[in-house]
């Protein structure tokens, strides 16, 4: 009797440590940027609406705070500009990256920030363009698209394309090489950086240089492997990427829209790819996905997933050896594809 009473009790701790073997853990800066993020007492942005969640503070603010701490600072080569540009329905504002030193006429990448098609701007995504247009020696153009629940979808993607338009014809204005060209983005931004080369692509106009799509929005199917791993993971979790696209769609269907769902779409003839991913992040399965499937549709991809880090870790290279190493990747590849 007694052995039964032991062996049902071992057999569930056993399961259980087996099961926390499987759960990610931030490695240690990673961890000490989440701990100052969550000191700062932000709510929760899935229980707000969007104006008060766009109040909340950011892995940015974190960040800063780290450097701070650290008395960390991060030199920039870099001039900004804000300018207005045409957006699908009217002037939008764009933010222009000119890094020193750059040999005219320099090559351009139109970035589009991350945020979940609702929240952020330039100013929280300033560190993935400043740090990328010192390393590339390229300007970069990020685009302020319209934002949701205000502009619900395709806004944000008709501007994105707009966008990438209006730098085919205007780069020169601003000392850019017209015809050397590529597209960027974290996360909703990933997803805009895709659909704007395949808008190219179907509308025979001219297509990026390269696709950076850093952990991309790219399916809208929540039961992926990494949805259930990082279900409650910060900064960004599940219920948060539900509140996102019930905030940017206009009706539940959409989101089998070949633009939401990125991995339905037909992804031929897209220029070369570079999709970096996180592995504390629900979209890290989609990433890879997509990935998989971009490679299958015959267009040269680079993958490469960052263990111990989450969701926007991207831009935080001051505090943090992946984002570091994730950027000379993204460089190394950006300034190749302009040489060829």
Sequence with gaps: MIKKVILPVLVVVSLQSVYAAKMPTPNKEMDTVLTTLSAKGGKPIEQLDAKE????????DAVKTVMSEKNITAPSNVTTKDIQIDGAQGKITARVYTPAGAIKPIPVVVYYHGGGFVIADNDVYDATPRSLAEQTKAIFVSVEYRKAPEFKFPAAHDDAIAAYKWVLKNAASFDGD??????????AGGNLALNVAIAARDGKYQLPTHELLIYPVAGSYMGTASYKEN?????????MMSWFLNNYLADPKQKDDKRINLLTANLQGLPDATIITAQIDPLRSEGMELAEKLKAAGVDVKYKNYNGVTHEFFGMAPVLKEAKQAQELAAKDLTKSFKQ
Excluded at 53 to 60: D, F, S, Y
Excluded at 180 to 186: D, K, N, P, Y
């Design 53 to 60: 969640a766009r109040k909340q503070p950011t892995p940015t």
């Design 178 to 187: 017209p015809k050397r060209v590529a597209v960027a983005g974290e996360s």
């Design 231 to 239: 279900a409650n993971a910060k900064p960004l979790n599940k219920e």
